[in-house]
């Protein structure tokens, strides 16, 4: 167990749907990632959070968007569904923000939330 | 941009052998970190071993050591003493070590072990 918590685990929609994909990263971590990982995309970066504001975007479509709240967990929304957003999408956290690879950086996984939209 | 790649979509080893997974990864810093992750059929990813780029000394954690070559931009996991419980997918990743601290990921190799 990495300390990450993702709810829901499992989430099945139909397309132009929206949800909300969230995250508690582990107690102490200022920084959470999220990944999507798809068969045709493999496992790619979306965005990063530090301490409430956006620190990086990866491939992040319009579509969704993000946000970290005052107690740090996230929110990943993801609007206007399509059958290709169909993925598991993990949260990542760490205590800091970037560089270095002491134990402050080091992202722990959640155990990620699979979503299928139909 | 950074990219990593990993040739092998799928490996196969028997029980209490060794296995190397390969890895090449791109990129014009001088500066970073590689690692591995396994992802079991549970999907959790878990970290099993990490290199910093300025260090020439490959990285080991028990049966897991790696053959990190700078110049080639090569880093490829040896597993020795294979177990049943090693079968995974296994991903290369990248992380600069300058602001940006994601990682960027290798499109990863299944590791199947034969009894």
């Known amino acids: 167990d990495s300390g990450v918590t993702q709810t829901p685990k499992h989430l099945i929609t139909a397309t132009g749907q929206r949800v909300t994909l969230r995250c508690s990263p582990r107690?102490?971590?200022?920084?959470v990632y999220w990944y999507q990982q798809s068969l045709d995309q493999g496992l790619q970066f979306l965005i990063q959070y530090y301490n409430g504001e956006e620190r990086a975007k990866g491939n992040i479509l319009e579509r969704f968007s993000a946000q970290q709240f005052p107690d740090l967990h996230s929110e990943l929304n993801l609007s206007s569904l399509e059958l290709g957003d169909s993925a598991l999408y993990f949260c990542?956290?760490?205590?800091?923000?970037?560089?270095?690879?002491?134990?402050?950086?080091?992202?722990?996984f959640g155990p990620g939330t699979r979503l299928t939209v139909l | 941009a950074q990219t990593v790649t990993q040739s092998q979509p799928e490996m196969s080893v028997q029980e209490a052998e060794t296995v190397t997974l390969s890895c090449t990864y791109d990129t014009s810093e001088s500066d970073y970190y590689l690692f591995w992750y396994k992802q079991p059929p549970s999907r959790q990813m878990i970290l099993v071993i990490r290199q910093e780029a300025y260090k020439q000394q490959n990285a080991t954690e028990n049966r897991f050591s790696v053959n990190f070559q700078k110049a080639a931009k090569s880093f490829s996991l040896k597993i020795s003493d294979s177990q049943l419980g090693d079968a995974a997918m296994y991903f290369c990743a990248y992380r600069s070590a300058g602001s940006q601290g994601n990682l960027i990921f290798g499109k990863g190799t299944k590791l199947s072990v034969k009894p």
């Open positions: 990542a956290s760490s205590v800091g923000l970037a560089g270095g690879l002491s134990s402050y950086n080091e992202q722990f």
């Open positions: 107690s102490g971590d200022l920084s």
